[in-house]
């Protein structure tokens, strides 16, 4: 297996990927590490959609890739892995919220 993506669209869903992990790493850095920010804050209202619909679009293009143009790289796998679990977290992160 090869670690970087050949094709075009498996490029756009690494680079979506990887701009989905700096954007959510930066923010809970922001606020957890040195707070300057706070999750209730609305900067967080627009940056949780943002990164989400950045996520779904790096998860489809990965997914056309892999089954259209036969990618076979290790960083389109892992954007098509973190989709999943960005799609997984909504559900269940609505299950534990205790508001």
Do not use: Q
């Not at 050949?6 to 869903?13: D, I, N, R, Y």
């Not at 700096?22 to 999750?39: C, G, H, Q, R, T």
């Amino acid at each position: 297996m090869i670690i970087k993506p050949k094709t075009k669209l498996g490029k756009w869903s690494a680079g979506l990927n990887i701009l989905f992990i700096i954007i959510i790493s930066v923010s809970v850095i922001s606020v957890l590490v040195l707070k300057i920010l706070n999750f209730d804050d609305h900067w967080w209202d627009v940056i949780v959609p943002v990164s989400f619909l950045i996520e779904m679009a790096a998860f489809i293009t990965g997914i056309i890739s892999v089954t259209k143009n036969k990618e076979r790289s290790v960083l389109v796998y892992f954007s098509i892995f973190v989709g999943l679990l960005t799609i997984l977290f909504v559900p269940l992160h609505s299950l534990f919220i205790n508001d």
